[in-house]
């Protein structure tokens, strides 16, 4: 049965996936401490299972979580229903409003989920938002998949072992249009089939800047390595300047 991304795919998330958040926790905490935020209002979008949010919480920030997939959504507000300063909605971060979202002082946007913004319209409307809602000297932080790492695996199949059997997912790549694709095939016989674009830091420093929101820092990964030509993955830091 062909399912909503993540939508079966909440159910083993953090199984599979949930270390990713777990590592991130580190490199979030010690960057707000660097850019002088170490209390206040944090908007993570495509939040996921709560996984990042439950430990920004726990470490006194005010966390509003917000994902397009109700599944997770779910298991994020039962993971996190004994800290109130953890809040989840269910919610596209293309459809949301400052007027809803403001004075942050941090947006989080983690895991790819950048990706899958399939164009250049939904990048703009996401980041135009992000700039609305930041308060002047917050920070947004995010990452993204560049196309190497899709083009090193066009083709493949990897498979994950799970609790209730093997999960398969079967890569594509297409280098025209810069579209990565990802089917998922669970035990159950279940089908998902994520969509992703490819993007460069030159398709949003330029929109980022335009929008106030100029990037600070960019690494490789969460231990601050430099970035280079065959990075894979960009973790950018932006601080909202005072006019937009």
Excluded at 39 to 57: D, F, M, P, V, Y
Excluded at 174 to 186: E, G, L
Excluded at 193 to 202: C, D
Aim: some cysteine; overall charge negative.
């Amino acid at each position: 049965m062909d399912r909503v991304p993540y939508s079966r795919l909440a159910q083993h998330y953090d199984e599979g996936w949930g270390g990713f958040a777990e590592s991130s926790l580190g490199f979030v905490q010690s960057s707000l401490v660097q850019y002088g935020i170490d209390s206040g209002r944090i908007l993570e979008l495509a939040c996921g299972t709560g996984i990042l949010a439950r430990r920004l919480a726990e470490c006194g920030y005010h966390v509003h979580g917000v994902d397009r997939s109700a599944e997770m959504i779910s298991i994020a507000r039962e993971k996190c229903r004994e800290n109130t300063d953890a809040v989840f909605s269910v919610g596209d971060m293309r459809e949301l409003h400052s007027d809803v979202h403001h004075d942050l002082d941090v947006v989080l946007c983690f895991f790819d989920s950048v990706n899958y913004l399939m164009n250049e319209r939904d990048i703009e409307t996401v980041l135009t938002f992000v700039s609305k809602a930041l308060r002047p000297g917050a920070v947004f932080i995010f990452d993204f998949n560049r196309p190497v790492v899709y083009a090193a695996h066009d083709g493949e199949t990897m498979v994950r072992k799970l609790d209730s059997g093997t999960l398969q997912m079967e890569l594509g790549y297409s280098t025209d249009d810069r579209i990565a694709t990802t089917v998922f095939r669970f035990p159950n016989g279940d089908v998902e089939t994520h969509f992703q674009r490819a993007l460069e830091l030159e398709d949003l420093a330029p929109l980022l800047e335009e929008l106030a929101l100029p990037i600070t820092a960019c690494y490789s990964d969460f231990t601050r390595r430099p970035v280079s030509a065959i990075s894979e993955r960009l973790i950018c830091i932006c601080r909202k300047e005072s006019a937009t």
